[in-house]
DNA sequence: GGACTGACAGATATTGAAATCTGTCAGTCC
DNA sequence: GGACTGACAGATTTCAATATCTGTCAGTCC
């Protein structure tokens, strides 16, 4: 005996495996096997083969969370806040589909298994163009009656663009200029936006 | 022998039989069984098995075109007509789904075997958005430079609403205000709309 | 005594032999 | 002679036997 099994290992190795061969064939035998341990001893750490993939989906998605958090620029003003956010969350996911399918195609599948962890995800994301929304109220930069609201339907207008369903769509050659005119679309309405019915012109 | 096989008594059979046993089961076997004649005669009409499932897919596709195209109302403003447009496209999406999951699914299965004929279509329908702008445009209710380009946007950004992919999504209560923010959202930028950046407010 | 093992029951996945399907075509039937 | 049949080869799918995996737990080892 080496030293003593951690959480952290196994997840490390989870990682590792489903990396090597995929959601479908990633056993934990196999986990148990990287880690050089009997596959009971997995389970001591982890209830359910379902709660150990559970725990490696939600590291990946705070690990995007954190990447997400970072680098506001407030210096900007909350249209080009806006733009860069949208961008940059784009950007991540279509590298990371870019780069490496099979682990995009993974990541895909367990997010897939379980949709609570990635209900509080989405939260948290909207929650974020929330605050920029809410910085552009402040400023008078955008109209709303409802910034959680007008947040989610930035969100929902924008789906082309990070949901994983899409990614196919992300290899398109036109795909930034498609962005490009969403973006666009979507900050020049909330420049002037009531979301019950949008009647009053200027 | 009663009468010839037609071309179109052979479409009716297959959607029967795609109705019937789903697209996984149905076969060309099953078709001519249903036809009450060999399934060598099927091929008299239809090169491959492939070519026939794209027959019937066309059909459905230009029935939804037919649907959509009636009931323009002229007397309606720009913004209106849009609104009432994407209701509509989306009342219809939402009802195949939920009155009949099954063969939502047999329809979107056939669709995704043919790229071809889907890429026909949406390009038909963004056609139709973009009449709408270019109307709205003429009547100065909305700005833009790039009409067909705007047109893709409005129709990007409302993909939730009408991709088969967030099918799912379509029967969660809060939908429709969902759809509301979004219209609200898209109409209010497509009165002051510049693609390439948003800049210059009033 | 607490971390770990390994054998076990029931559930799930793999495999390969048998059945079915696709597409062809020579031949039958008005 | 043109619409249709039915038998056929090769490709695909089904099904049941076999193997593997999940989750448990009594027992081993420091």
Chains 1, 2 share one sequence.
Not at 6 to 24: C, F, K, N, Q
Not at 45 to 71: G, N, P, Q, S
Request: net charge negative; hydrophobic share 45%.
């Amino acid at each position: 005996m080496a030293e003593a099994l951690t959480s952290e290992a196994i997840l490390a190795a989870t990682e590792e495996v489903l990396r090597r061969y995929g959601p479908a064939k990633a056993t934990v035998v196999d986990v148990a096997k990287a880690l050089g341990v009997s596959h009971g001893s997995v389970y001591r750490h982890f209830a359910t083969k379902a709660a150990l993939r559970e725990a490696v989906t939600r590291r990946w998605l705070d690990a995007i969370h954190e990447e997400m958090e970072r680098e506001f620029d407030p210096a900007l003003s909350a249209s080009d806040m806006l733009r860069d956010w949208l961008q940059r969350l784009f950007d991540k996911k279509r590298l990371s589909h870019t780069e490496d399918v099979e682990l995009f195609t993974t990541f895909r599948t367990l997010v897939g298994e379980n949709s609570a962890v990635i209900e509080y995800h989405l939260e948290h994301l909207v929650g974020q163009v929330a605050r920029i929304i809410r910085a552009g109220v402040d400023t008078h930069e955008f109209v709303t009656d409802d910034v959680d609201k007008t947040a989610q339907a930035v969100w929902d207008a924008t789906q082309v663009f990070h949901h994983p369903a899409h990614a196919q769509e992300w290899g398109n050659p036109h795909i930034q200029d498609a962005f490009d005119a969403v973006v666009s679309l979507v900050v020049a309405g909330l420049r002037y936006n009531r979301i019950p019915s949008a009647t009053g012109d200027a």
